[in-house]
């Protein structure tokens, strides 16, 4: 069985960071598409960053550019989000998914899998 497990969400400042984190069980992270989604209080998921399975090519969202990285540990089988200089927009909810695929997507409706998500607040 598939389980995705997202963690390291909170409460940050302006201009703080986070890094949460995504431990996969059931499959493996190096075989799969991995993606990072949120969303925001009263407006729909959306994309935020993804790599490939061979972790070689990314897409970022306009709005992650320059501030957010996205990783990955194959030894723990984990995938990450590195938040920098963060913003109020970036309160959502975080979304760790995995698409049995070797190529990325932005696109959520690719996904095979979904973790429960991990709440993260940016005070002004």
């Known amino acids: 069985q598939v389980k995705l497990a997202e963690s390291g969400g909170g409460l940050v400042q302006t201009g703080g960071s986070l890094r949460l984190s995504c431990a996969a069980s059931g499959l493996s992270i190096n075989s799969y598409t991995m993606g990072w989604f949120r969303q925001a209080p009263g407006k729909e998921r959306e994309f935020a960053a993804t790599?490939?399975?061979?972790?070689?090519?990314?897409i970022q969202s306009d709005s992650a550019k320059g501030r957010f990285t996205i990783s990955r540990d194959n030894a723990k089988n984990t995938v990450y989000l590195q938040m920098n200089n963060m913003r109020p927009e970036d309160t959502a909810v975080y979304y760790c998914a995995a698409r049995n695929a070797d190529i990325e997507s932005i696109d959520q409706r690719d996904y095979n899998y979904w973790g429960q998500g991990t709440q993260v607040t940016v005070s002004s």
């Open positions: 790599f490939d399975w061979s972790g070689r090519s990314t």
